[in-house]
């Protein structure tokens, strides 16, 4: 995916992967992309990143497999705790997920994250013409469920009770 938005002219991108095999590959693979497009072998859960590096961090999959895995709340914690320190202050993370809102909100609606949620579900691309899409299933496996987590700066936490998305940011 990060390679199909350098080619669409987002410039400056930085992929981790906690792969050192991972992470050569890529490297190798994309050497043609210049400086501005990396790939870091990293761990999400303690990035070397320093505070407010990133505007956006995308995630695609990433929550979830750390969602898999042993201790999972705790890494999931840390893991956006991390994404939210390196955030500038009004960042905004984007989580790509198979996770339904009622499964992914309680690990990204926490007070130490202070963020605007908003929540949108898109279809997951399909080879077969065959299979009907059907968007009110709640368990439904074709599609994707997206998170836009925005950080609230100084300025907009002074807003009592917004969360939804100012049309001017």
Not at 56 to 62: A, M, P, R
């Amino acid at each position: 995916m990060s390679e199909e938005m350098y080619d669409d002219g987002y410039q400056n991108i930085v992929n981790i992967d906690v792969s050192q095999i991972v992470t050569k590959a890529m490297q190798e693979k994309y050497k043609d992309k210049g400086p501005n497009f990396k790939y870091l072998c990293m761990d999400a859960r303690n990035m070397d990143f320093g505070d407010g590096s990133f505007d956006c961090v995308v995630d695609k999959g990433t929550l979830d497999a750390v969602l898999c895995g042993e201790m999972s709340t705790t890494n999931a914690h840390k893991m956006l705790s991390e994404v939210h320190r390196i955030l500038t202050p009004k960042g905004v993370y984007i989580c790509i997920s198979y996770g339904q809102p009622d499964h992914r909100l309680p690990y990204l609606d926490k007070p130490d994250f202070e963020w605007k949620i908003l929540t949108n579900n898109v279809f997951k691309p399909t080879i077969s013409t065959s299979i009907t899409l059907n968007n009110d299933d709640k368990d439904n496996p074709n599609v994707h469920f997206v998170y836009i987590c925005q950080k609230i700066g100084v300025a907009a936490s002074s807003k009592a009770g917004d969360r939804g998305f100012d049309k001017n940011e």
